[in-house]
């Protein structure tokens, strides 16, 4: 039997339908959320073969190619949700669970929490909680009880609200990146390696701006302060099974800088386009033609000075995963607008490499963050680069800029703007909402709406996440008009891209996601209107904000 057993977050297990932006749905509250409507759209749980998943989370496929460097595939396993137990019995030394946002404390957990008011659970803890609660019953009992580690992006939760690991029997949670260490992690988590000159019991933790503190703590375990905290590029293995969404890295760091994003600090690696393509083989074995290829920021892959895109290596990257035997399409997960905006060129090019048109529109994350100037300046400088505000035009007329390009070449960028930022003052809050309503009220030449998302997170200070009052939060009318102008663009997007944007391959799921996503879409604005309007919001202001009088109203710049 295994001796260490890996599982994920079911939250993170699931394909949600293929459809853009349903991944957010495990965010919503329990309470907000019908039950039977959540999982429907959650989509079945993946494939599986022994008890093991066919398709799993990139991070836990990274870890598993990370140990599998020292030990077998029997004594490594990927367990399926389903068949957990039959993995666990008295040679089990170390189950290790991966989790992005354990405790529902992310921003856009928290942007639901906040607006709805309520302190109900969202659907990532309750399943966080019923996996730790299903571990726990299936590793009692056993002669020698293996012990239980949590890692993965959403550790930081864990540092807020430590207690939680007493309260769950969670016996560490590792935070950090662990290819190059996973084999002498796991050998002393498991409790055979008497020394330990390698980990710290304890935790990184920051302050708003970002400075590093360590904070001692038997739970945790972390690399040695002052030593190397990250993997080189060559110390990553390539995954050696199928992801879920055929995800494979393309780089991490990023380096640009802004004041709210861990992952600035994180040294930048570019993976060579062939490892990329090693990583791509293992998917389309399986059957995946689809690539996501996983970065913070793509366009700064190899990047040049003041963040200029290095065209060629973007040219190259992209042109090697296309000319993977077996791959159809493939859309970037994060990106920079300024870089549209300034480059359409680039755009160009790459949407060609891609074959980006009607049927195949390039699904991208971007981080616009807000339509202030003010704090586009104070909180991300570089996002801009090369580009600068001011000089090169208002923040607002970037991102019209670029989304105008992007839209031009069938790119649909999903845009995240924040509510609560440090600094933050109500007329910042309005211009936000005058951007959303400026892109969501525009046309391409050829008479086409702009296409675009736009999903509000909500920041909220430590000092809340720890005393969890955060449902005490209250939202001030240009918070409210921000989440009013975002969901009512939403739904305006659903009307009418509901039905085509679901990948199912069942027709009849595709039809009922559609119908959800569309009259969800549809309910969820209506509730969204109704609480802003509670909370004394005019909303026709908000619905007109920004935009000048005539009949159609058109961005700036082109
Ligand atoms: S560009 Fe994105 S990933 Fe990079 S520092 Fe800014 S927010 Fe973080």
Known sequence: MARFVLISDTSLSHDYRNTPLLDFL????????????????KGPAPPETGGRPLFAPYSLRKLEAALLRAYSHYEVAVAHEDHLEEFVDDDTELIGVTTMDPLGLGPLTMSYSVLFGTSAPAYVRKEFEELLARINRARAGKQ???????????????????????????????????????????????????????????????????????????????????????????????????????MVEAMRGCGVGCDFCEVTLRPLRYCPVEKVQKEIAVNVA????????????????????????????????????????????????????????????????????????????????????????????????????????????????IVLRGTRVMNTHYWRPAFTVQVGQSGETEEDNWETVALINKLSNSTLDDGRPFEFTVTPMQN?????????????????????????????????????????????????????????????????????????????????????????????????GS
């Open 460 to 556: 909220v200070p430590l000092g809340h996440l720890k005393s969890r009052e955060f449902s005490s939060l209250r939202l001030d009318q240009s918070q409210l008009a921000v989440y009013y102008a975002s969901y009512r663009h939403l739904a305006k997007m659903a009307a009418r891209n509901a039905f085509s944007s679901s990948g199912d391959p069942n027709p009849l799921a595709r039809l009922a996601t559609g119908l959800m996503v569309g009259l969800g879409s549809w309910g969820l604005f209506q509730i969204v209107s109704n609480i802003c309007k509670k909370g004394g919001l005019d909303v026709a202001k908000a619905e007109r904000h920004g935009l000048v009088a005539s009949a159609t109203p058109r961005p700036v």
């Open 144 to 246: 020698r009880k293996p012990r239980l580690v949590v890692g993965g992006p959403g550790v930081w939760e864990l540092t807020v609200r430590p207690e939680v690991l007493e309260a769950f029997s969670v016996d560490y949670a590792f935070q950090g990146e662990a290819d190059d260490i996973a084999v002498d992690l796991f050998e002393y988590l498991s409790g055979d390696s008497s020394e330990n000159t390698q980990f710290y019991r304890g935790f990184q933790t920051f302050d708003r701006s970002f400075h590093k503190q360590w904070v001692e703590n038997e739970k945790f375990v972390s690399r040695y302060p002052f030593s190397r905290q990250f993997p080189k590029l060559e110390d990553i293995p390539e995954i050696a099974n199928p992801s879920i969404k055929g």
């Open 26 to 41: 495990a965010s919503a509250p329990t309470s907000s959320l019908p039950g039977s409507i959540y999982h429907f759209l």
């Open 286 to 397: 399986a059957g995946v033609d689809r690539v996501w290829l996983h970065s913070d920021e793509i366009f700064a892959y190899e990047h040049g000075a003041d963040y200029a895109p290095n065209e060629d290596a973007l040219v190259e990257l992209m042109r090697g995963v296309m000319a993977t035997h077996g791959v159809d399409r493939t859309n970037p997960t994060h990106g920079r607008i300024s870089i549209p905006a300034a480059y359409p060129d680039l755009i160009a090019r790459l949407s060609e490499i891609m074959r980006a048109g009607p049927d195949n529109w390039i699904g991208v994350q971007m981080g616009v963050e807000t339509g202030s100037d003010r704090l586009a300046k104070m909180h991300m400088p570089n996002k801009t680069l090369p580009l600068k505000v001011g000089q090169d035009g208002t923040w607002q007329e």
